[in-house]
Every structure is written in C-alpha cells, then in structure tokens.
C-alpha cells in the first residue's frame, strides 16, 4: 500500500466516488492553503438499504417518516461503519439522521484532506450571482477508504462556493409597470375556497432574511393577520436581513406571496448557506421535519451541468424522500431562458427544477382586470425569461410520455421536460411586496414557485392529507397539443429555444392553474 497524499489523486488505498469530480469555480484566482487550524464541515450521504421503488414515490398513500427510514433510510450497520473509520481518522461525528441518510461530520483540514484524498484551497471566484467570494474550492475527485467506498453516496462541503442563484428579478424603476398584489392573483388563478390552515409551508432560503415589522406592515396594508412564521437555522444559516437588492428581496418575495394566498397556513423558513451542503441539508431537515409541511417552496437554482453528479443525485434522492412523504416540493424553474444564463450557446435546464420530483414552476406576463378576467398571458420573455428546456441529466418520466416533450434544443436527445406548471413571473407584470422597509414590485419564477406552493396548501387542507408528487395525477389526460382540465393553456411567446403552443411545452408547462377545477380533480 503506497502512503497517502492529498494530492487529489488516490492513493492504492482510496477509490474515486463515483459523481465527485469538480472543475475549479469559474474565474478562480488568488488561491492559497487553507489555515492550518481550519475546521471543515462535511455532510455524507450514505446508500439506502433499499431501493426506493417508484409506485412508492408516486403513491397516494404517503409514509410517515419512521416508516421511510426504517425501509429506505441508511442501515445501521452502515452507520456504524461510517462512524469507526470517520473517527478513527480524527474526525468528530456531530450529528447522524438515519432516515435522511446523513452523517454530519467536522475535522480539521489536515485530516479531512487525508480521509478523502483532496486538495483544499481558499480561492475568489465568481459566485452564480456574478459577486465575488471567497471559499474554500477542490478540484478533482473525492476518493474514499476503506470501509466508506461503496456506503458513502455524496461527500458534500469539502468546496464551499456558492451553488445557485435567487430566481427573482426587480422591476424597472423608470418604467411603467403592472403589479398585482397575491390577492389579485388568487382570483386571476381561481384559487378554491379555504386558506390552507391546518398545513405548513416550508420556504428554503440561501441568504437573506426577513423582518417582523415589515411582515406585520405588509399584510396589514392586505387586510390580513401576519401569518405565523418561523426561521430554522441550517448548517449555520440564520435569518440575517441586509439590503433590498440582496436575498432579502427573495426572501421576502417568497413570504408574502405564500403568506398572503394561504394565510391560514403556518411558514418555516429554513436558512442555509449558500452551497449545496447547505442547500441539501435544509431540504432534508424540511422534508424530514415534524409535523410535515405539506409543501417546500425553492426559489433557487443553477444551470444542471454546474452541480456535481454526487450532489445533484443526493438532492434529487431528497426530493424523492419528499414524494414519498406526502411532500409536494414546488421549484422556479429560472429566470434566465432556454439557456439558463450559461454563455455557451445551448440550451440548459435549471436545477433541482430539473428533477423529476419537484414540480418545475414557469413563467408568464400577465394583463388582467381587477375583477380577475384575463385579457392577455404569454410566455414571460423580457427583462429576463422563464426557464424552460429538456434536462441533460434526467430521463422523461414515464408521465410525461406522450405530451410533447421535443429533443433537446441545439444537442439531441430527450430527458425530462421542464416547466411542468407556471404563473405570472414578468417583473413588467410583477408582484407588489414589501421588502425593507419599502414597497416594491418584484417578479421572477421565484415568485411562481410560493404561489404554487400557496394552492398546494389550500388543496392539501381541503383533502386531508399530503399530495406528494403531483405530476402523474396533474398530466392524467393530457396528450400532445392538449392540456388537461385545471388548466388554462399558453399558447403564445417563446424563452429563446423553446415556444410556447397548444398543450405542454417548454415555455409554461401544461399552462397556469385553475384551481377550483385542480380541486375536483385532486379531491
């Protein structure tokens, strides 16, 4: 056995993961060692102890979360394991959550580079939202000893850059702009009756944070009571409000669109850092969370070819966790159009919209009157545009066989089409919120995603129980250049590749809802 380095090549000791490789972050610069004192936290997901069967995501019948980890979650044996080796190098276990299949562990670097053969360096680079920031940044492939290959799935939190973007963009100042407030919305969309009491709302944010004054002032100027909220700190994560243009704007977005069109229902808020250890350890503790929620709104994202495959299964495996549960778990599907702001050329798919098992939420620009009737809603394109496209990385589901999925724009080939859903996004048409003391319209997928979640509320209290993934029961019936009932079909407007037509498309999905017909339907 040849002496381990941390070179970043594996020694005869160490096998690569499968998924981990990872480019240096983009315009990386001005690397140096890490401090020798430094500590690294590092989430490791381990394998399931058995498969997680599809009839079980996409069953009606939803299992509690004893059930999930004592049939899908991580074995204790493996557990085990994971614990004599990590420990056994100098690690420290801090926390283990079996039924979501991960083990939190902290070292210090010397340790931590020895145990997964990587090479850690402190970089700036360029993070999603075009600032710069310092992180710590690997490149290469994790390896993994003895005792973790083939148990340990994902080691996320070694490279800490900042992994997705807000998906919300800020109307023009100096331009004439339409804005309705959620209320106007509710009506436009024909919410059904009720205000989701009895569930929970769950609202991932990565930065940001909310004020309780604006909150109060907000809903009070809507004729409502503030709803109850609350903010869950992940992985360090903390509510931390700072300026407009920052995280505040989509946190507060998310809050008052949610807050205002299911107002009976209770709102977590889970903050996380801004990497995808963060991003995936706040979905778990939401999906995995006691109560429930009925439903988790995501209002960030990145182009599907910028996460590592390791990260990008073990989100995708926690959205399937969710389905499973009852969980439905509403995502933007991207504010930067059939190209996902990549400057390549192609086309590119947002994730975890991408997912089979989040509900990918498009775009529109909407004009409609006060009494709600609607005189024009195309495919939002200006000042921004709906995501929209056909995954790289996920096949077509079986639900989505037969409703147009086209080949994918510029490369071939078909996978999962994205949106499936939609609702008005075009900040010209936008949202009227309140975020730091002053009233502003914002628009941005961001905004879609808490609507739906809001309808997923009122449906869930209405039902009785969680509707987990909603997808085959919402494309039942429908076929290519048809939408099915529930939905009000945009035929108009293109995000760039992609245009919009009768029936699904890659633009708005399978149309804007209807909610009192998605309510028979679901009932």
Known sequence: MTEHTSSGNPSRAHRPLAGSTRAAAPRARD???LAADAVVDVTLVLRRRAGLPADVVTSSENLTRADLGERFGADPADVETVRSVVEGAGLTVASVDAASRRVQVSGPVDAVTRLFDVDLREVTSQAPSGAEVRHRQREGTVSLPEGLDGVVTAVLGLDDRPTARAQFR???????????SPLDLARVYEFPEGDGAGTEIAVLEL???YRTEDLDAYFAGLGLATPAVRAVGVDGGANT???????????????????AMAPGAALVVYFAPNTDRGFLDALSEAVHADPTPAVVSISWGGPEDSWTEQARTAFDDALADAAALGVTVTVAAGDNGSADGVQDGAAHADFPAASPHALACGGTSLHARADGTVTSEVVWNGRGATGGGVSAAFPLPAWQDGVGVPTRAGGGGTGRGVPDVAGVADPATGYRVRVDGADQVIGGTSAVAPLWAALVARLVAARGSGLGLLQPRLYAGAAAGTAPEGFRDITEGDNGDYAAGPGWDACTGLGVPVGTVLRERLA
């Open 31 to 33: 690397a140096v060692p």
């Open 170 to 180: 800020l109307a023009p100042a100096a331009s004439p702009t339409t804005s309705y």
């Open 207 to 209: 930065g940001g944070g």
């Open 241 to 259: 409000p700072g300026s407009a243009d920052g995280a505040d704007g989509e946190v507060m977005l998310d809050l008052e669109v949610a807050g």
